[in-house]
């Protein structure tokens, strides 16, 4: 599959010049928040039969080729992997160098999300074992993507995107490769206990209901039932049995740690005081904040106002971290609505507090079901690699134009009552408010609050958020006037990426449209 | 939609005469186990967009009226329930009168089963606001489909088989209306808490995924999210409270008790007898037991001897009662697997304790899986109206040949390793070892094991087991030979039912295929 140079581009809603076609599928632009309806069904994996699989349960072959050559593996076929296991996994490689050993070619990767351990798949599209990568793209990898090296068109979806794309067939997966760090012989899959536990699986169920072929890859076999089963076996066609499945030190990275920058803990206090004097932060209130140094200190500086209050959370989402599970087990909240396990504290609190729920992009975030988690939460602190004075907001690019980050559930979370971006106001003498961003992750409607360490800007169109703080200690302040501010810092505006006009990546909406396109980088 | 009186007929593999055509669909005629494969892909239900939901989550309308309404209630659609609060249910029957009242005529009803309690519902067959009912038919309404004056023609499912029919797309369900014991909002559901607690929902959950329309109908709200979900409001479109979804007594009977027949002791000591000899009483080894009498104290004997031999089992499966929740609490059982919950005691273990794990049909049952749990049962001790002396059974038909019982689980149990039926070997001086079942429902070939108060009779097909009960004090005779004494005392064989040669209902296998026919009682 050779990439498509000559696809035709048009101007979406956002204003944005999107391809019609990539890799080959038929693309819809970007139509605006909440205006694409979709109008087919489901997709519809092919029924089995009991029949075909062994009554005994034991769905164990010795190795993984086994397991590629019985799902009927060949070339231009799509091979997912989850990232649960993040930088320390190993599971999803090595399935792409054992199809490479079997000769296979032109694959389409189909990770939740790529990281920098990963960087030996270079090699494989260097070599056509993999034709293009459709995920979330970490690093060299998506550096990679940028420098126009990659066959196919990169392909960037949130979370909640890429369930949408699997259930409404827009992606097929052939074969979903599920690194479990528990499971029992029939592929029931657990990722909260064992040697390599990683809390929820959360990103792989999608792929275990709509693969046509399922192999879970495990170091810890255990005997029939796994509970509780993440994965449920009656979706799995194959299990193997690993010594390790990945590196565990890097798996929960133990180094989540609070942000010691006096203008980050400035930003995360600020944050924290917002949502206290906008009556945000009151009984029965919920909240989402990720895993950056940023996000924790802001936690930190939350509970501390919740407990001077007497305020309880209702719930709380993660990605999960021990502050989240001291909130959980100080009494300050009533759940944790977990989609993915940052440190060890969030693992154990997983495996043993019936009130740390693992969730599913399903239920968190998909845009196409009949709602989601994300818009019932009331305030979500998230992070940006740019944002316009419009508050439209990129994640994925840096100034220079070089795809570095994924999207993960940002999108998704825009959805929130109350969504803040928390965010230094300049990197590296680049400002972080810019006239026009690089690429468009998020539209600046759903963009409420931008939080600096030079004062926070809420979104014109929330009146009700600046009448709400109306007379409150806070550096309330136009996002043009820090912008200005930041400028003369810096020296001026940031440079324009030089790029050309060939796009590489596109970058999808919560629905499925196409928003942005990320192009060569010259 | 009249009945097809005309329906062309044709004798299946087990010898059977069905009809091709039910209720306007073509059917298949089964072909023997294991033996009919399926050719298509899944049902896909249409995609939602969470645009079309409100963003707070909140789904609740006034009353049921307002839901089905809002639903798009129209003639002829299929409205399904489910039965876990058993014969206290109020919210099915509340569904059907209701679309009575707005005038709808011919609908299906498409229960998980119905019961003696919604006997209410031959008044709208008569009025034709239900049209027919595909589901198991306990009691009067399955009498009146055996009187012949359903319109339509009954379709009786296992659990197994009807998640099959429903994944599959054999049965498209319009609306499904789901009685929750504690829900919230967005129409989270959990079966285990509030006053009108009855354990699983897992009877609802295909309805749930695959359904056009979700209403979710609880008395018991709770502030989002309720923990667990077992149905996912992700699903659901609207949420109906009620003073009452059901009657808690008769929700979970109170009154499961250990048999005082002495002949019934007899039976279910000899089959726990049966499975300590023949070794299947091993350390890890798993069980079935149903809530009859004879099954309840089955398990008791069992205990005892396991806790003689020192035995442990990995798990058991459920219905659960107190007595398996003693397994479980005195240390005999690692899990129970539990598919739906008979008394209180069930009810709170599976609130309360994370070893009692609710399941599914479609983890348990569903045999267009990529297999199931039921297949990997050591032992199932079950009960039937009749068995044949080619160990053919009957489940749903008394030998006068009306329709009194529904299917359950019962069919998809019988891929365990060793399916015993417990029965005595006449009631009501009608001896239950026949030459020919009124109707089958469960293939010889599946059943192993047949034990009375007279002898164990093995199934010449499992040399295996005849082999390792060799040399034990055990009551085993020839099958025939039972049936020939109790034919002795009864005064001959039972007498054939006097019946039309006009089909009311079919039977189905767990792959969807007609196994047999009921025929209208003259």
């Known amino acids: 599959m050779a990439i498509l140079e000559k696809t035709a581009m048009i101007t979406n809603l956002a204003g944005r010049m999107v391809p019609e076609i990539v890799n080959g599928r038929s693309e819809t ?14 997709a519809s994996p092919p029924i089995r039969t009991a029949a075909d699989y062994p009554a005994n349960g034991d769905k164990r072959v010795p190795d993984l080729e086994t397991a590629l050559r019985k799902c009927g593996l060949h070339d231009g076929m799509v091979i997912s992997s ?102 029992d012989p029939f592929g029931n899959c657990d990722g909260s ?19 046509d072929h399922v192999i879970v890859v495990t170091d810890n076999l255990v005997p029939f039932p796994c509970v509780p089963w993440q994965i449920q076996g009656n979706n799995v ?37 917002f949502l206290r004097d906008a009556g945000i932060m009151r009984d029965g209130f919920s909240l989402q904040a990720g895993s950056g140094g940023i996000a924790l200190a802001f936690v930190s500086y939350l509970k501390q106002m919740m407990k001077q209050a007497g305020v309880k959370a209702r719930f709380v989402r993660g990605g999960s971290t021990k502050y989240l599970v001291e909130l959980l087990e100080e009494g300050l909240t009533d759940y944790i609505l977990d989609g993915q396990t940052f440190d060890l504290d969030g693992v154990k609190s997983l495996a043993a507090n019936p009130r740390h729920v693992a969730t599913s992009p399903f239920t968190s975030y998909n845009y196409h079901g009949k709602g989601n988690f994300a818009s019932m939460v009331d305030a979500v602190v998230l992070g940006a690699t740019e944002v316009d004075t419009n508050f439209n907001a990129n994640v994925v690019t840096h100034s220079d134009g070089r795809l570095l980050h994924g999207i ?53 169109r929330r009146q009700d958020l600046i009448d709400a ?44 449209t196409v928003l942005d396109t990320v192009w060569q980088v010259t």
């Open 29 to 42: 632009p970007y139509m605006g928040v909440g205006k694409y309806r979709p109008a087919v069904p489901k």
């Open 82 to 183: 989850h990232h649960h296991l993040r930088d320390g996994d190993r599971v999803a490689l090595m399935a792409l160098q054992t199809a490479a050993r079997m000769g296979i070619k032109d694959l389409m990767w189909f990770p939740s999300a790529s990281f920098p351990s990963q960087s030996a798949a270079l090699e494989l599209m260097e070599a056509g074992v993999i034709d293009h990568i459709e995920g979330s793209m970490n690093g060299p990898l998506g550096d990679y993507c940028t420098q126009g090296k990659m066959r196919g068109m990169g392909v960037l979806r949130s979370h909640g995107g890429r369930w949408q794309a699997i259930q409404d067939g827009e992606v097929h997966i052939d074969i979903a490769v599920i690194a479990a760090p528990s499971a």
């Open 193 to 211: 206990h064992g040697r390599s536990a990683c809390g929820s699986l959360g990103f792989a169920l999608a792929d275990s209901i709509y693969a």
């Open 237 to 273: 066609d194959y299990v193997v049995e690993l010594d390790s499945i990945g590196d565990p030190a890097k798996i929960v990275s133990g180094t989540t740690l609070i942000t010691r920058s006096p203008d980050r803990l400035r930003i995360a206090e600020v944050v924290a005081c």
């Open 408 to 460: 993960g559930g940002w999108q998704n979370c825009l959805a929130a009552r109350c969504t803040i971006l928390a965010v230094p106001s300049f990197r590296d003498r680049i400002p972080v408010i810019v006239d026009d961003v690089t690429t468009l992750c998020g539209p600046g409607e759903l963009i409420d609050v931008v939080a600096t360490e030079r004062g926070i800007a809420i979104n014109p």
């Open 469 to 512: 703080v109306r007379g409150a200690k806070l550096p309330i302040r136009p996002i043009g006037e820090i912008q200005k501010e930041v400028e003369r810092i810096c020296g001026g505006k940031p440079q324009r990426p030089k790029r050309s006009d060939r796009p590489v990546a596109i970058v999808k909406w919560v629905d499925g």
